[in-house]
């Protein structure tokens, strides 16, 4: 028996004079051996797997065992009835199998087979791929925490009516982003200056901890005002850890996205899909929670709706939590970080103070846009229903309003290699702008038909998650240097929640103004807003560059002699010694190379 290793795959050739296992590095050819055709079959299943060792006996042709270096792949088979020396076939050692891969090869006669396994490049791949994920999946906690707050603002004021204040909404709604800028300033230094893991594994255990606390809010002597007040404080913890996603999970996700082993045609897409898409993901199913709980307990429970959907925010948060504590330092990080050495803030600044206005003010804008009209969106769909309509379909509503964050972020983490993140941005926000003036246009006609209301209303949201929503963190996260990384990004995504903050206290003070015209109280933002998305496709397009291949590796290659020319020592650059040691454990083994061996 022969056993022939290709790049990734096994080729078992079965003859009666010739047995031999040799290395090939192409790994393309497909081998093909003489055998006689029948039409009896045996099953051959190959599992794809994780074990360190793999050892393939054949009893009788084989004097010594020989074990097959490196590869991370078991093979079961069940040879049946070919013929008594084959019968043993193999013998599989510590298999742990993911999935089977059945094949159908004569019973008697010579026969190769060919089964195709990972290969170190692949696990490579998948092994980033994941830690991508695993940087920006606590995203979905700040969805999902934004996103929340317009559902309970609605159950809030079913419950208590007027026995709260007329600004509590606002309150309520604005301090969660209070604390998120305060989370993205702060946590934008100490990603930088101790590092991407801490940063994250800290944000994610303030954001369980602090759903957990606003489920159990409660007033003194059971007030009203004390539970708003309580409510609104916890918010603002929640707030913090949220913000601290972004310049630590959302930064490490930008990073992994250039790792070794992702596509060049699919680094953008990854980070898109690990970091906004997780973001709508939690807007998409905090809408829809409130609505499964009501269902639940009805009309008659509403205050056990209300507190589970904000305490369930805890359990994604754990989850994640469990998951980063294994991780480690991404090699941008480690190589080119300023962790141990003085920051030259003056140099970073002459270089960077453009792109950082430039994207600041546009993530601004954004926000003022997205922010309000999510939360608001029961407000909107209680207006159009003359608030008549009961919880169940206000909320039913929501969810397919917010549905459309998903295919707007997915098509657009398809589309963003190709076009770029900048002209990706500029496309989503002019048609973002046509669909918002057809909406204030046609307001007449939408609003007799709630279905259609929602479907162009959720396009408009579409086409914002296509652009800015996917391209803002991509541009941020790799515009600037990696040695201040977190805090470029922080910065520029703190003044988008300051455009998120404003934007919540500015919108019904909007809808208040134009409701005295008729239904100019519902047209008036989308005015306002498609205006803005115009103001920002023509800021990208003049100030911001766009972004290539690899660019943050060339970016820190550039910024190292920027500094040089200047003056700057980057000899204290990096974590040498720990980049080190990160390749030797958690990159894939690497094959030793085998000669051509005949066995006797």
């Not at 006689?36 to 797997?49: D, K, L, P, T, V």
């Not at 603002?153 to 301090?175: C, D, M, P, V």
């Not at 359990?315 to 480690?328: G, K, N, T």
């Not at 941005?425 to 709630?450: C, N, P, R, W």
Request: hydrophobic share 45%; proline share 4%; net charge positive.
């Amino acid at each position: 028996m022969g056993v022939r290793l290709v790049a990734g795959a096994y080729v078992v050739k079965h003859e009666e004079t010739v047995d031999q296992l040799e290395r090939v590095d192409g790994g393309k050819e497909r081998v093909k051996a003489p055998g006689r055709r029948s039409n009896e079959r045996a099953r051959i299943g190959a599992c794809f797997g994780c074990s360190k060792r793999q050892d393939l006996k054949h009893a009788e042709d084989l004097k010594s065992d020989r074990e097959v270096p490196s590869i991370q792949v078991s093979i079961l088979a069940s040879v049946g009835q070919i013929r008594p020396a084959d019968a043993q076939g193999f013998r599989v050692l510590r298999c742990l199998c993911f999935f089977p891969v059945v094949f159908l090869l004569p019973r008697r006669g010579l026969y190769d087979l060919r089964v195709r396994v990972p290969s170190p490049q692949f696990r490579g791949t998948i092994n980033t791929d994941a830690l991508s994920c695993s940087a920006g999946t606590a995203l979905f906690s700040d969805g999902y925490a934004n996103g929340v707050i317009g559902q309970v603002n609605s159950l809030l004021k079913r419950i208590y009516g007027t026995e709260i204040s007329t600004n509590y909404t606002r309150t309520l709604s604005s301090t969660l982003f209070a604390g998120t800028i305060v989370g993205m300033l702060v946590f934008g230094y100490l990603s930088d200056k101790i590092g991407r893991k801490f940063g994250m594994t800290l944000a994610t255990a303030i954001v369980a901890l602090f759903s957990a606390l606003c489920a159990a809010s409660s007033g003194a002597h059971h007030s009203v005002g004390g539970l708003i007040s309580m409510l609104s404080a916890m918010r603002f913890f929640v707030g913090i850890g949220v913000g601290a996603e972004y310049p630590c999970g959302s930064v490490a996700a930008s990073e992994q996205s250039e790792e070794e082993g992702i596509s060049k045609r699919a680094q953008n897409r990854w980070f898109a899909l690990a970091t906004n898409s997780m973001i709508d993901f939690g807007f998409v199913i905090s809408s829809f929670t409130p609505l499964v709980l009501f269902w639940i307990f009805g009309e008659n429970h509403l205050r056990a709706v209300w507190r589970l959907s904000l305490g369930l925010g805890f359990f994604p948060a754990v989850a994640v939590f469990i998951w980063r504590l294994s991780m480690e330092e991404p090699t941008r990080f480690k190589k080119d970080s300023m962790k141990n050495a003085k920051v030259p803030y003056v140099l970073i600044i002459k270089r960077y103070w453009r792109s950082l206005l430039a994207i600041s003010f546009t993530w601004f804008l954004y926000d003022f846009i997205t922010y309000p009209f999510s939360i608001y969106s029961s407000t909107i769909v209680n207006t159009i229903t003359n608030n008549s309509a009961a919880i169940s379909v206000v909320f039913g509503w929501n969810t397919v309003i917010n549905l459309f964050y998903m295919p707007g972020t997915l098509g657009g983490a398809l589309v963003v290699d190709y076009l770029g993140p900048k002209h990706t941005m500029i496309t989503g926000l002019l048609l973002q702008a046509i669909i918002g003036f057809i909406m204030s246009g046609l307001y007449d006609k939408l609003v007799e038909h709630i279905a259609a209301f929602a479907v162009i209303y959720g396009i408009f949201l579409t086409f914002g998650e296509v652009g800015p929503g996917n391209c803002l963190g991509l541009l941020a996260a790799k515009t600037g240097p990696t040695a201040v990384r977190g805090q470029f990004y922080g910065i520029a995504a703190a003044i988008g929640k300051v455009g998120a903050f404003a934007g919540t206290w500015a919108f019904p003070a909007i809808i208040d103004d134009f409701g005295t015209k008729g239904n100019s109280g519902i047209t008036g933002p989308f005015w306002i807003g498609s205006g803005l998305a115009i103001l920002s496709a023509c800021v990208t397009f003049l100030f911001i560059k766009p972004l290539t291949t690899d660019g943050m590796a060339r970016e820190d290659a550039e910024f190292r002699q920027y500094l040089e020319d200047h003056g700057y020592d980057t000899s204290q650059m990096g974590l040498a010694d720990q980049a080190s040691q990160w390749s030797r454990d958690s990159l894939p083994e690497k094959e030793p190379e085998v000669d051509e061996k005949v066995v006797v």
